[in-house]
């Protein structure tokens, strides 16, 4: 939230951040980073032949 | 055979995770070859005019191919087809006197130019591709010393340029394009598919307007890609695997697998067996292991050959490429047939 409220005013509610969800966020981005290591070397798009080229060309 | 669930949620998350994995480096890589991709791959055929396309045996890099002793058997044959190999195997062969018709490479990393021969100064190796070549050595065959493999490399490929071809994806580092030019080995070009290329804002179409090649489906991996260039840019009817393996005998060590640090990471040391299914290979009766991205190569491979237009035998005498679109078969006795 820090990132989000700057200027010296005050706000007539505070608003807390929530460590909890910061906590989730931390994580989901560490796993998508190592899930991110386990990939392959390319792709694979399921339904597209071996070879071709987009349709508008 | 039943999985668990860790290993299911990896495998149907591998094309997303491919992609956050390389997706800038496609892009830069791409750029880079801009000057290079002047041909492409549908050209290839036309060059290669010397080969007999009525058979092609695809070279990759699994450990049955060492241990089955498969480059001697074909060094001492007489055959006459398409031989494609994937690039890190290249080295492996010229050393050995066997010089393939083509080599493909599709990784985009910096340091698979080592399997072209990297130069010492512009192509250094990070510390930690220095330790995955030295820990994987049984993976790589870039041996215990990769820098001097490396320079055998650039020597071999120096010699033998011009009598190769190279089927390079769009992906692959510039430098190993100016290794290719530099040893006088003409490239010929394909962009791999990255999504959908007929769906608004595809990644693949981008790709495609800045170099109007093909898209091909590559599966995965660079050895599926090479078989997609034997029966569909070369048109060939009957395609032979060897080196196919995707996976691991069962005496090889846990470390030396090629995602060791990351399976561990995920699934702690405990439970990383959770993470590397058993497959018994019925023609042969062994056993092998696998990992989550070796696996999902195996589930593509076989979707895709249930589809392709030439028929696939497997002469890998091991591994975990099975099922009913593969003719099982010894390298020798393909030899003897073709």
């Known amino acids: 939230m820090a990132d989000v409220l ?14 909890e969800k910061k906590t989730e966020t931390l994580t989901d981005e560490f796993e998508r980073k190592l899930l991110a290591k386990l990939g392959g070397s390319a792709c694979y798009v399921k339904d597209k032949p071996f070879i071709g080229r987009p349709k508008d060309n | 055979m039943a999985i668990s669930k860790k290993l299911q949620e ?5 094309s997303e995770a491919t992609f956050t994995r390389f997706d800038d480096l496609w892009w830069d890589n791409t750029v880079g070859n801009v000057p290079y991709a002047t041909r492409n791959i549908l050209e290839s055929k036309l060059k290669r005019e010397d080969v007999d396309f009525s058979s092609a045996l695809v070279i990759a890099n699994g450990p049955s191919f060492s241990r089955r002793k498969s480059l001697q058997t074909l060094k001492q044959s007489d055959y006459k087809g398409l031989v494609i190999a994937v690039d890190s195997v290249l080295g492996t062969c010229l050393r050995n006197g066997v010089i393939p018709d083509c080599v493909v490479c599709v990784d985009p990393r910096h340091r698979i130019v080592n399997y072209f021969g990297a130069d010492e100064e512009l192509d250094k190796l990070r ?3 220095l330790h995955y070549y030295q820990t994987r050595r049984e993976e790589t065959h870039l041996g215990d010393e990769p820098l001097v493999t490396s320079r055998s490399n650039k020597d071999l490929l120096d010699n033998y340029g011009t009598q190769m071809i190279a089927l390079l994806s769009t992906s692959v580092t510039p430098r190993i394009s100016q290794r290719c030019k530099e040893a006088g080995m003409e ?3 394909f962009n791999p598919a990255y999504d959908d290329y007929d769906l608004f804002n595809s990644f693949t179409k981008k790709v495609y307007d800045l170099i109007p090649v093909p898209c091909v489906n590559v599966g995965g991996n660079v050895g599926t890609a090479a078989w997609i260039m034997a029966h569909s840019a070369f ?31 995920v699934a702690g040391p405990d439970d990383l067996e959770t993470l ?9 009766g062994e056993e092998f292991f696998t ?48």
């Open chain 2, 10 to 14: 990896i495998i149907d998350n591998m």
């Open chain 2, 276 to 284: 590397l299914p058993r497959l018994t290979n019925p023609n042969t």
């Open chain 2, 187 to 189: 490239t010929y070009w």
């Open chain 2, 127 to 129: 510390p930690e591709d």
């Open chain 1, 6 to 19: 700057k200027g010296n005013f005050k706000v007539k509610r505070p608003v807390e951040a929530s460590d």
């Open chain 2, 235 to 265: 048109e060939i009817p009957k395609v032979a695997l060897t080196g196919f393996d995707f996976s691991y005998y069962p005496d090889t060590e846990l470390e030396k697998t090629q995602y060791y640090d990351e399976l561990v990471a």
């Open chain 2, 291 to 338: 990992d989550p991205a070796y696996y999902w190569y195996r589930q593509v491979f076989l979707e895709l050959a249930s589809t392709a237009p030439c028929t696939t035998i497997n002469c890998t005498e091991g591994g975990i490429i099975f099922g009913d679109s593969i003719v099982e078969m010894s390298l020798a006795d393909f030899f003897a047939e073709n």
